[in-house]
């Protein structure tokens, strides 16, 4: 339950509200430099980081976890808008949401155990680089002409001083005390510190406004027709894919880092549901944010409160406290996000490295690169789809056969390792029709046919020792797979004490 009291019992209230005011502090210039990406106002980035963080603390399959706008989704969308217009954009958030609860009530989320632990390295590490690199855009201004240039050589080594002393703060103070965050406390710090001594240096304030109402029902004012959706429906694909693939991969690494597990199916339903509110409530959507996320872990966030607690000081924020956020050094917050980059990155995949198959640790390169030249999205299913061809063929090379004659002069084949689509070469590789005896027989039972490739290339064996007048059969074979080859006249051996039971992903012939 949601709301169970009895899960709240262990909890530190202190620590879970102050991780999520630390965690409402980090959203802000991250909420407003990803709307400039998407190309709308702050505010629509704002509003989406408070609705999405929001409801996913309260209905989401991972507490502790953090959600609002993104960059990931925040360069899809920009293509959008910049070509429809915002007002496509909210409807596309919409149709995203929608799209993301009816990928969680179908149970899918479970695809995520498909991702394997190389795949997460990278994109943990790509993750982490992305970071580290969105920072150095803090480092610049906006000439009278609109250029973005490097900040003034004095400006810019006083931010490195402020940066520097955010870091140490943050590095030493859990070392003192764990009883106050250490990422607040380096924004406080770092903020008392600019003020007191009234130091020139960038704010929250210099990024934009923040000052805004609460935030109104909105329809999106699109045409309700095909061609729309036409429009539409791609984007929102990519999105909601996108979304679920950071989200889910954030809420693994998560249940991880707590030692606890979170759920997927879940999760991907409080997605959507805070997509399709954002849509309708002038925000530009989002997803899990492992950055924010990681910050509320370390800072004691264990629980839906501290999601809840950032949420709310979000809004407050937005609606009385904008003067006084806007007056926090953006240096401060990009200590406390250098800090996050260095506690994200798989610094273990360097050491292990001499110590898994090359295999893995090239899946864990090629998912970091991809993740930092391209998007999260095109970096995991690239990591997968080659973590899954390396997984074939490692398999496929390890079928084999072990051969003798019996008394009787029949040859016996007895099959060891799995027969599937990228086997079935060096399986028939086995065999020698021409020299093999009248009869031989073809034992299964130290092996397994996993697909339909497997039982036709069974079939194609038959017809080999048919077409010279020799004849084979097959023993232990699993009930669907003599089903087939019954059909096409093979000769199986039936052993019902002995046969495997299990199902094989065939087509069904009538």
Known sequence: MIFDLSSYKNINLKNELLSGLTVALA????AVAFAFVAGVTPLTGLYAA????????????????????????????????????????????VLMGILQIIFGIFRLGKFIRLVPQPVIYGFVNGLAIVIFLAQ?????????SGELNWIADSALYTMLALIALAMLVIYFLPKITKSFPAPLAGILVVTAIVLGF????????????IKGGFPSFHFPSVPFNFETLKIIFPYSLILAGVGLIESLLTLTLI???????????????????????TGFFGGMGGCAMIGQSIINVTSGGRSRVSGIMAATSLLLFILFGSTLIERVPVAALVGVMFMVCIGTFEWASFKIWKKIPKSDFLVILLVTLLTVLFDLAIGVIAGVIVAALIFAWENAVRIRAKTYMDKDGVKHYD??????????THFLEKFEPQKDPLESIVDFKESRV????????????????SKIGKTIRFRHLSKDCRKILDKAGVVIEINKDEDPDYAVAVDEIS
């Open 27 to 30: 959203l802000v210039p991250e």
């Open 50 to 93: 408070f609705i999405v963080c929001l409801i996913t603390s309260l209905f989401g399959g991972r507490p502790g976890m953090i959600s609002g706008a993104t960059g990931a989704l925040a360069v899809v969308m920009a293509s959008l808008v910049m070509q429809h217009g915002v007002e496509y954009l909210f409807a596309t958030v």
């Open 136 to 144: 150095f855009g803090q480092f610049k201004e906006k000439s009278a």
């Open 198 to 209: 009234d130091i020139d240096t960038k704010s929250v304030g210099d990024l934009a406004s």
């Open 255 to 277: 249940d991880e880092l707590t030692e606890t597990r979170g759920s997927g199916n879940k999760e991907c339903v409080a997605q959507g549901a805070s997509n399709i509110v």
């Open 415 to 424: 099959i060891i390792g799995p027969l599937f689509f990228a086997s079935t």
């Open 450 to 465: 996993f697909d339909h490739s497997g039982i036709d290339t069974i079939q194609k064996l038959a017809d080999r020792y």
